[in-house]
């Protein structure tokens, strides 16, 4: 196909020539002197240049030709093609075949007439000689003119692209124009006479023809995208885009009419393109992300060849026999090679990629397995013994029925778990299982939940199962998806057969809270009711006995062997353990088992009243306080532990000396008491006896202490002050016992002051010997112990005083020196401590040591005594 294309233009604007070289008249026009000159410009898409000159003729001269067309005077128009030449910009001319010339008719200023415009048209990219003749405008006057063009692209910028030649008119292009930055220049052409007179202007629009320079440009690179596998035939999954720079509206170029095309595609070809708007589309087979392939093996040295090569695959079924195995390989994302290619796909192309994410559907179904079993495959070359590959194959192994033992009357009992597996996409609403049971749990005792896997079902108990009612059940299982299935899949049933475990069951009592009635007043002994269980457990014959487990008041006794329950002490209805006439008792019967079941049950007895209890006055009502003058009536409540068939109207009567000053009377309800002072006492305590009968007549005395005051009325004000004489009689008590304190303190002082504490035998002091003989008596033979000085006291603890405590620090003593010089120092220091130790006792044992101030008898000394004057002796006595 010829892409060769021109482009027209007409110097005279009343004209204008179609794309296919058709010449029509634009707009009414007048033939001045019978016919019109003009030139029309042609262009190439290659770049190429022609000119023609046409005229036009009045009606009266044209030529007609026998198909109706009007014969033109024209020129060649390859003679008139441009040609390159030198060009002299200050003034010279080509050497080139005639340009096109715009004649400018004279005016002189006098008339104002309509502006003309030129339309041309330049390719793009021309790649010269510059500076290139574009046009030659031609001034028609007798006077010399000068030209100029003014606008963008001439003295505005871009500055210089175009030029004009002022003295020949020739309109020059610089430099090659680039149609992606400035597609049209407005410029205007100016013709000047010598005596400066302006001709008239004409406008120059020159547009830049677009040429194929830029190549299709994709908008993504990658563009991705996702198709569900089970979409439909002819499905849009995504639509690709390029751009071209080039002019997408010029309608003489196709330079930015892009196309589009698949070049490959990965793993398969399942998807075309639209080459116009490049919308991708499905074309409806073999989109599966699971895509199953059947292998064939052959026997080869006693192993398997597999007859194609596969990496990856998964065994969904083995048929060895056949020498088939059935392979699942998962084809998640297809990825195709595209391109764009501008010129309606046979100019400058650019390729891309898409990559199309096969999104799970729900095409297969769960189904139970066991557990998964492994084939070894070898893979070997033909020619060749040893085996290339080896490939461990695993299979699953499924199953449809199950087998489980669940203990009986175990509630949440795990009964079966249950795998399945599914070939969708992993944890995805369509591999996710979801499990029911659909038969053979008619009381529902059964429940199935979907376990934290999403691909196991677990079977528990809701309730508990009874051997002796059913010791087996068979369950109907089914498991589906979240979501349904994309098209018809046949639903995985199991079923699961359930054995129950007999174990030892409690004996149950019937009914399991047991209400009696009786009185509350049933003597020890006396027969409540027989209240038994039986034992679910037939089979075993067991023996069921009977015990109480809870008796909170301890009035009842149960028969081990009969369950008979009997009165073991009084009842009381009005008892702290009842609660509304009801009292609870829990009774255990157990069976004789290896390893006992016990069960349990409730008897309430319903206690009937009985008057067994007096009526009476509140505690806290028995203490009252009235006045001795014109007394207000005091009111006493009256209570009754029994019952209302038992209790009010109540009665009241005075009893003893209270009759005489008192009055009782029950007010209008007869369930209170009016007690009033009839005659004024003294002020003083008083006890009232009031006796208090019920309906019935049980009677009890009740006894009101009574503070009669010094008042009036019902302003009840007891003086609580003490006058002076009883004031003065205790200040008198209290000087008395303390002058007799103070007596007896003087007493006891005076007596310990003269009372001299006897010495004990082991006391270590010398003694005095009583000497009946003449001469100087018995020497001394034992010395003082002066370790007595050690710390007074402190060695001496059978030595004691009983005196007034003394909080006084207690003396410090010094250690008997080892030195014997220091002895001096040591019994004037010891000395001085003892007389100021105020623990000391009132005897002073230092004072062996000193003779005092004289004797009466004088000395005893022998000397004396051999003298021949008479001895007294009576101070010895």
Sequence with gaps: MDRNRFA???????????????????????????????????????????????????????????????????????????????????NKTEDTPDLPVLHFP???GLHRRKRCSLPLRILENDRGPFPKRLVLVHFDADEEVQYQITGPGSNEPPINLFTIDKIS????????????????????????????????KMDIVITVLDVNDNRPIFTKDPFVGEVAEDSAKDFEVITIVARDADAADDPYTNYAIIHYKILSQKPNALFDINPVTGAIRYLGSGLDREVRIVFKLSTLYGHFTLSKNVTTCTIIELKLGLNLFICQQKYTKYTLEVEAADMEGTGMAVKGHVILTVTDSNDNAPAFVKSKASTVVKMYHSHRTQPIHVHRLMKDVYQTTYEAMVPE????ALVLKMSVTDGDEPHSPAWNAKFKIVGGDFLEQFAVETGPGKQEGIITTVKGLDYETSSTYTLLVTVENEVPFAGRHPTATATVVVSVEDVNEAPVFSPSIKVVGKKEDLSAGTDIVQYTATDPDTARSQKVSYKIIKDPAQWLSVNKDTGMIKVKSAMDREGHYVVDNKYTVLIAAYDNDDVPATGTGTLEIKLEDVNDNSPS?????????????????????????????????????????????????????RMGIILTLVMPLPIGDYSVVLRVADSHGLEQDNTIQVKVCDCSGADVKCKTGIGLPYILGILGAILLLLLLGLLLL???????????????????????????????????????????????????????????????????????????????????????????DPLAPPYDSLLVFDKGKGSDAGTLSSLNSSSSGDQEYDCLN
């Design 409 to 412: 009357n175990k509630v949440g």
């Design 746 to 836: 003087m007493f006891l002082r005076r007596r310990g002051g003269e009372k001299k504490e006897p010495l004990l035998q082991d006391d270590r002091r010398d003694n005095i010997y009583y000497h009946v003989e003449e001469g100087g008596g018995q020497d001394d033979q034992d010395y003082y112990d002066l370790s007595v000085l050690h710390r007074g006291l402190d060695n001496r603890p059978d030595v004691f005083r009983n005196v007034v405590p003394n909080f006084l620090p207690a003396a410090q003593y010094r250690p008997r020196p080892a030195n014997p010089e220091d002895i001096g120092n040591f019994i004037d220091d010891n000395l001085k401590a003892a007389d100021n």
């Design 169 to 200: 008119g020739q309109i020059y292009v610089t430099q090659p124009l680039d149609r992606e930055k400035q597609d049209i220049y407005l410029l205007t052409a100016h013709g000047n006479v010598a005596n400066g007179v302006l001709a008239k």
């Design 617 to 669: 006055i509140p505690l806290n009502e028995r203490s009252i306080t009235v006045c001795n003058k014109e007394s207000a009536p005091h009111r006493l409540s009256v209570t009754d532990a029994d019952g209302p068939d038992f209790s009010a109207p109540y009665t009241v009567s005075l009893q003893g000396m209270s009759k005489n000053n008192w009055n009782a009377t029950m007010n209008d309800t």
């Design 8 to 90: 027209f233009n007409s110097s005279d604007s009343h004209f204008k020539v179609e794309l296919d070289g058709t010449l029509k008249v634009d707009r009414e026009i007048t033939l001045h002197g019978g016919q019109r000159d003009f030139v029309i410009y042609s262009q190439n898409s290659k770049g190429h240049n022609y000119t023609t000159t046409v005229r036009v003729i009045h009606g009266n001269g044209h030529q007609h030709d026998g198909n109706g067309h009007h014969n033109h005077e024209n020129q060649d128009h390859h003679n008139s093609q441009h040609k390159s030449a030198n060009v002299d910009y200050s």
């Design 106 to 108: 004279m005016f002189l």
